[in-house]
């Protein structure tokens, strides 16, 4: 049982509290209601599989729909992310939202319960300032976020991610972007969530499992006539580092246990990844996806010219000369196909696969959706695998985590098939 009591949402101080160049942060209560009217063909314009949008882009979204071709329940939903979006302003504003989570089992997940207790709690909240300035031309905002959550500190399969007053910096950013003409771009550094799958489903390269990662994100995307839409997606984050001996506690920095005295090193190993994606839309309901990532660590790495690079192959360069790291990568790709109101999407990753030999297990993850709407609901049914041996490699350090949760899925090694129906 999960129930979320809404105490306080969006409270504007008195402020302009609308803007063009924020970003959603993947958990906003827009996303459910956006992907209700994708599956019935609308808001295509919005990438079905790359999260997060600006807010100026929900506005234009919502500002090419029909409304004579929705039905009253489409309607209703595209009224109410109207209302979320308030007309565009310039300036300040502010936001404060807060909410209580009741859970029965420790962890919320229903596929995965901890039943210790009979109730666990979690009172949460979170505040913005932003300012922004700027047109639809060319723009920029900086967002100050920070959120206090109590299941921070209870969380069973992540590390405490925040000590004072159990607070943590969250969606905060400075961006800039064109949100309009033929040729859009935008550039964030901050510390953000992204989601590379679809909203409420597993994305196994990004995801918005992990805690907000401290990280550099550039877009550039072109629509052209007879080739459609390609957009180059980038992320370069930094990861927690990693004790000498490949254990996680969250202090890397702390040097506590070191000695020496001894001759033994002391200290921690630097962690970051880098992760790079080419979409291509012939058409707004077909989308494909080639993706590729690369985690690197070193008991000095630090941010790489190599790495930040979206157009170097790091499949072909992580072991070239000079080789100043460790590293593991993945490659991978994505569909996503609509005809109607049935929506199918997959993505495949592979970590390691033994092509010659035959002799060593892959390292493999694939998840696939199948949905199909109706006026009053929807009805769908979802599988992910991910083999035991993906997102790892013998130098733990190189463990697809960020505070022990994963960077693509939460666990390895299940397969899991859900069937779901959701009524409105």
């Given amino acids: 049982m999960r129930i979320l009591l809404s105490l306080l949402l969006a409270a504007g101080l008195s402020l302009p509290a609308a803007a063009q160049y924020r970003l ?28 997060p949008y600006t807010e100026g882009e929900l506005r234009q979204a919502l500002a090419g729909i029909d409304t004579n071709q929705l039905s009253d329940l489409e ?6 992310l109207q209302v979320m979006m308030r007309p565009a302003s310039r300036g300040l504003g502010a936001e404060l939202e807060g909410n209580l989570v009741v859970s029965s089992t420790r962890r919320p997940d229903p596929f995965r319960p901890l039943p210790d207790s009979p109730t666990y709690v979690y009172p949460n909240g979170r505040g913005q300032l932003f300012f922004e300035a700027g047109s639809e031309d060319v723009g920029w905002a900086a967002n100050a976020g920070v959120r206090h959550d109590t299941f921070y500190e209870y969380d069973p399969d992540g590390l405490d991610a925040a000590r004072r007053a159990i607070m943590r910096n ?22 953000l969530t992204s989601h590379w799958g679809a909203s409420g489903q597993p994305a196994l390269v990004l995801s ?50 070191g000695e020496d005295l001894t001759g033994d090193r002391f200290g921690s190993v630097r962690r970051y990844v880098a992760a790079h994606r080419l979409d291509w839309r012939p058409s ?21 010219l190599k790495y930040l690079n979206p157009l170097t192959t790091a499949t072909l360069a992580v072991d070239n000369a000079p080789k100043n790291d460790e590293n593991n990568g993945l490659i991978g790709g994505q569909l996503w196909w609509q005809t109607g109101r049935t929506t199918l999407h997959g993505e495949l990753v592979l970590d390691d696969f033994d092509f010659v030999s035959g002799n060593e297990p ?31 490699t013998p ?10 949760r994963g960077l693509g899925t939460l666990f390895g090694d299940f397969v ?3 069937g779901r129906a959701d009524w409105y």
């Fill in 24 to 51: 959603l942060a993947t958990d906003h209560e827009a996303y459910p209601l956006i992907q209700r009217l994708q599956r019935r063909g609308h808001l295509l314009s919005l990438h079905p599989t790359a999260l």
């Fill in 284 to 304: 707004p309901r077909f989308a494909l996806t080639l993706t590729e990532s690369v985690l690197f660590s070193s008991d000095n790495a630090g941010p790489s």
């Fill in 208 to 257: 918005d499992v992990p805690h907000a990662i401290d990280q550099l994100t550039l877009r550039i995307e072109t629509e052209r006539g007879g080739i459609g839409e390609l957009a180059l997606r980038s992320v370069f984050g930094e990861l927690d580092s990693s004790e000498l001996d490949g254990t996680f506690n969250g202090r890397g920095g702390d040097r506590t246990s």
């Fill in 416 to 418: 899991q098939l859900a």
């Fill in 395 to 404: 130098q733990p350090e190189g463990t697809y985590v960020y505070l022990l």
């Fill in 362 to 392: 892959p390292s493999i993850a694939l998840t696939g959706s199948l949905w199909r709407s109706f006026d009053q609901f929807d009805a769908g049914v979802e599988a992910t695998l991910v083999s035991a041996r993906s997102y790892r």
């Fill in 75 to 80: 309607r209703a939903w595209a009224e109410d």
């Fill in 170 to 191: 969250n969606h905060a950013y400075l961006g800039a972007g064109r949100l309009s003409g033929e040729t859009r771009g935008f550039l964030y550094l901050g510390r």
